[in-house]
C-alpha cells in the first residue's frame, strides 16, 4: 500500500466535519432495546422474542484512565440497552498492547472489537484480518453515505480498495503544555512560549535545576516510553523535512540529513547541554503525560487526549496549552495520528460488534469532554462540548499544520527499528549518523521480508 494513501490534507481536520461509520455483517441482532425504567428484568417471553440470543463480545484498548473509564461507562449503557449482549472488555498494557494484539488477530484469538494506532493499521489491511464497515449499522445506504458524515479525509487511513475498514476513536494532533507558574519562577515570562525549539533551549536552561549534578527538574523532555519514541521523533523529523520511507514505501529514507539533525538535537539535549534524558523520566506507561501532572518537567509534548489526565492533577491551574515549536516558523508543521475501532474478520458477531462501535461513536461529546478525543464529526467544532473544550484554538491551529508522516505494512518492524536507534543515541551515547546508518540497513531488510 502506497504511503500516499496516508495522506489527508489539514483542512479536512480543521473543516466542521466528521465522524460515523461500520462493517460486514454475517449474522442479525435486534435492535437497541431501551432498560425498564424500574430497573426490573424483561420476562422470559420478552427476552426470547425480541432481545435475541445471548451473545458476548470481546473488546481490547490500550492502557489510558480516561479513555478506559468512558469505554466502562458506556459499556454499561450499551447492555442496559441491549440485555442479551455482554461486552467483556479488556486492557492491555501500552507496552505489550501492539504486540499481544497483532499476535492474537494473526492466530484467530484475537477480540471482537478493537482499537488501534493508525500506523499499525495498513497490516491488519494487507493481511485481510479486518472487516469492512457495514455502513447500515450507523445508519447509512452506503460507504459514501458513511463518509460524507464525516470529514473529508477521515477515513483515509483505514480505506484499501475503495473500502472503509474502521471508524474513528481519536485523531490527535501536537501541541505544547507550559506550567506557567514554574515560568514565572525562572523569571520567564508565560505570555511569551517558546516559538522555535532554540527558544525551547534556552528557556529550559533557565527552568532547568541541578543537585550533587544530577538534574532535580528540567525545562522539557520527551516521552521515554517504547511506544512514544516514534511521536517524539516525527515531530521533529517532519520540521527537518524528514522521512522514514521513499515515495513509493519500498526503501529506507531514514539515515538523511535531515533526520541526522532531528537526532543530533535530541542527542545534544541529553549529552552536550545536560538538560534531560531517560534516566529522569518516570516512564508511567499508563500515565504517559505523567512528567508533566507531576511537576517534574516544565514544558511537555501533548495530544488532546493528555488534557482529561491534566485536567485531574494539581499542575492544570498552572497550564497553558500553546502552539508547537518549530525549526521554521515560517513553515509551520505538526504531527497528527489516529486510532480507529475495528473488527475482527474471524469474530462470529459482526453485526453486534459493529452494532456495539455504532454506540461508542454516537457519543463524541462525552469522548471529548471526558477523554480528550476529537471525533471528527462533521460539525463537531461547533458541538458545546468542543466550544468548552480547553485551547480549541490551539489544537485547530496545530490541525491546520498537520501531516501524518508515512505508513507501511511493516511498521511493526519500522518503530522497533526506530526505539532501539533512538535509544542507543539518547541512553548509550550513540552518534545519530552512526544509529541512523544502521536503522537504515534494519528498515531496508524489514521492507524487503
Known amino acids: ?169 481519536e485523531y490527535d494532533v501536537s501541541a505544547l503544555a507550559i506550567n506557567k507558574a514554574q515560568f514565572v519562577a525562572a523569571g520567564l515570562d508565560p505570555s511569551k512560549p517558546p516559538q522555535t525549539w532554540a527558544d525551547v533551549m534556552l528557556d529550559s536552561q533557565k527552568l532547568v535545576t541541578y543537585k550533587n549534578g544530577q538534574i532535580t527538574h528540567r525545562g522539557f523532555d520527551f516521552y521515554y516510553l517504547p511506544n512514544f519514541y516514534w511521536l517524539d521523533f516525527a515531530n521533529l523529523s517532519l520540521q527537518y523535512g524528514g522521512h522514514l520511507l521513499s515515495a513509493d514505501g519500498t526503501k529506507s529514507a531514514i539515515n538523511s540529513p535531515e533526520n541526522t539533525l532531528a537526532l543530533q538535537w535530541w542527542s545534544d539535549w541529553v549529552y552536550k547541554y545536560k538538560l534531560g534524558g531517560p534516566q529522569y523520566s518516570l516512564k508511567d506507561a499508563t500515565n504517559p503525560v505523567s512528567d508533566f501532572t507531576s511537576g517534574s518537567v516544565s514544558m511537555f509534548m501533548i495530544y488532546p487526549w493528555a488534557v482529561s489526565a491534566i485536567q485531574q492533577s494539581p499542575v492544570w491551574k498552572d497550564t497553558e496549552i500553546v502552539p508547537m515549536p518549530q525549526v521554521n516558523p515560517a513553515n509551520p508543521v505538526t504531527h497528527v495520528y489516529g486510532y480507529f475501532w475495528m473488527v475482527n474478520k474471524a469474530s462470529t458477531q459482526q453485526a453486534a460488534a459493529w452494532k456495539f462501535i455504532n454506540f461508542l461513536s454516537s457519543q463524541p461529546d462525552q469522548w471529548l469532554t471526558n477523554a480528550g478525543y476529537i471525533q471528527p464529526k462533521k460539525g463537531w467544532t461547533t458541538s458545546a462540548a468542543a466550544k468548552t473544550f480547553p485551547f480549541l484554538d490551539v489544537w485547530l491551529q496545530s490541525e491546520a499544520e498537520a501531516q501524518p508522516g508515512e505508513s507501511s505494512t511493516k511498521m511493526p518492524q519500522i518503530r522497533s527499528v526506530l526505539q532501539n536507534t533512538i535509544e542507543t543515541i539518547v541512553s548509550n551515547g550513540t552518534a545519530p549518523a552512526q544509529a541512523l546508518s544502521q536503522a537504515d540497513g534494519q528498515i531496508n531488510t524489514a521492507l524487503q521480508q
Open 1 to 169: 500500500m502506497s504511503k500516499t494513501l496516508y495522506r489527508f490534507a489539514a483542512l479536512a481536520l480543521v473543516a466542521p466535519v466528521l465522524l460515523s461509520g461500520c462493517s460486514s455483517t454475517t449474522n442479525s441482532v435486534a435492535p437497541s432495546v431501551t432498560a425498564p425504567a424500574s430497573g426490573g428484568a424483561s420476562s422470559p417471553a420478552t427476552s426470547q422474542a425480541t432481545l435475541g440470543p445471548k451473545i458476548t463480545l470481546t473488546y481490547w484498548t490500550h492502557t489510558f484512565g480516561p479513555m478506559n473509564d468512558e469505554n466502562k461507562k458506556l459499556i454499561t449503557q450499551f447492555e442496559q440497552q441491549n440485555p442479551n449482549i455482554t461486552v467483556d472488555y479488556s486492557v492491555i498494557p501500552n507496552d505489550q498492547f501492539f504486540t499481544k494484539m497483532l499476535t492474537a488477530i494473526s492466530t484467530g484469538t484475537g477480540p471482537d472489537v478493537f482499537n488501534m494506532s493508525s500506523t499499525y493499521i495498513p497490516s491488519y489491511l494487507t493481511s485481510n484480518v479486518v472487516s469492512a464497515v457495514d455502513p447500515s449499522a450507523f445508519g447509512y445506504s452506503s460507504q459514501a453515505d458513511l463518509q460524507n458524515g464525516w470529514a473529508s479525509g477521515a477515513f483515509n487511513l483505514v480505506t484499501q480498495g475503495g473500502q472503509v475498514y474502521g471508524i474513528p476513536d
